[in-house]
């Protein structure tokens, strides 16, 4: 709902949940690319895709805040990430949303401001963010998601699979969302043996 009204703002008409539900791939850039090249007909321009940044952001910082809508906690996952980075690992928080928005959700959040960050860029997948959060890093690799396109994703890009929640089924670990940071971490040292 906020990406369509986003959307609004800058094309003067927002596009319908129908075209939002169409379009095939799962990161801001990718979505937000499909529909101006089915409505403009032409690529989504960078200087596009910063002003949709604006907008989204604009968006959530209007619905989220104290007075608004609360946000989701999963407090052992945060706390887990940070307890990974601690212990000297690279920890990095990977999105499909705007880079704008990742920070805001993250800092909403609680999540430590020393775990990386890389939100949704132009003319990468999810695919090639994984890839680029994994540029000089020798490993062990893992990747943590709650949707099914963040298992695919895994997948393509070569990396371990952890789920969280019932919406990414199949043969990888999953955890519960409300699971506490020693699960997260029992979890990871499991996977990767």
């Not at 963010?129 to 709650?146: F, M, N, S, T």
Request: proline residues 6%; contains cysteine.
């Amino acid at each position: 709902m906020l990406l369509r009204q986003a959307l609004g703002e800058i094309w003067g008409q927002e596009p319908t949940a129908e075209e939002l539900q169409s379009c095939s791939g799962s990161t801001d850039w990718e979505i937000v690319d499909e529909l101006h090249r089915r409505r403009f007909g032409t690529p989504l321009a960078s200087s596009t895709y910063a002003a949709y940044d604006s907008a989204c952001l604009a968006r959530f910082e209007a619905t989220f805040h104290p007075e608004g809508r609360q946000a989701v906690v999963h407090q052992g996952l945060v706390t887990g990430m940070t307890r990974l980075l601690e212990a000297g690992h690279r920890v990095w928080l990977v999105s499909g949303n705007t880079p704008k928005v990742l920070d805001f959700k993250a800092r909403l959040l609680g999540v430590d401001p020393r775990i990386a960050r890389l939100g949704s860029l132009p003319n990468l997948d999810r695919v090639g963010l994984i890839r680029r959060a994994l540029e000089g890093c020798a490993g062990p690799h893992l990747y943590v998601g709650d949707r099914p396109h963040d298992r695919d994703a895994a997948k393509k890009a070569g990396v371990p699979f952890l789920g969280v929640g019932d919406a990414v089924p199949g043969s990888h670990p999953i955890l519960n969302p409300e699971a506490e940071a020693d699960h997260l971490l029992e979890a990871i040292a499991r996977i990767q043996g």
